[in-house]
Nanobody
Framework: QVQLVESGGGSVQAGGSLILSCTASGLGLAYSAYCMAWFRQAPGKQREGVARIVNSPYLANSVKDRFSISRDNANNTLYLQMNSLKPEDTAIYYC???????????????WGQGTQVTVSS
């Protein structure tokens, strides 16, 4: 059974930083080949893609100058480094995984439960 567990969310003031982590279990050695992604959903808004990575990172335009995505395949862990946070970054952040990247669609096979990020002005 595949599980994705996010951590690292919290409350921060605008301009601050947070690092989110997503630990995957159940993928074994296949983890390194999986496309791993971060999505977020703000209150009253649709879920949107933030970043994804297999070997090379890809970030949404709204965050590409402030966020970075990385992965530790030895520990089956995905990271999202978030800098210069803005109130509009407030959302529940979800980790997702699929055998290959699906862009920003929500068809990823596996999802975590989400972690709340709140940025105050």
């Amino acid at each position: 059974q595949v599980q994705l567990v996010e951590s690292g969310g919290g409350s921060v003031q605008a301009g601050g930083s947070l690092i989110l982590s997503c630990t995957a279990s159940g993928l074994g050695l296949a983890y390194s080949a999986y496309c791993m992604a971060w999505f977020r959903q703000a209150p009253g808004k649709q879920r949107e893609g933030v970043a994804r990575i297999v070997n090379s990172p890809y970030l949404a335009n709204s965050v590409k100058d402030r966020f970075s995505i990385s992965r530790d395949n030895a520990n089956n862990t995905l990271y999202l480094q978030m800098n210069s946070l803005k109130p509009e970054d407030t959302a529940i952040y979800y980790c997702a995984a699929h055998e290959y990247c699906l862009g920003w669609t929500e068809d990823y096979k596996y999802w975590g439960q989400g972690t709340q990020v709140t940025v105050s002005s």
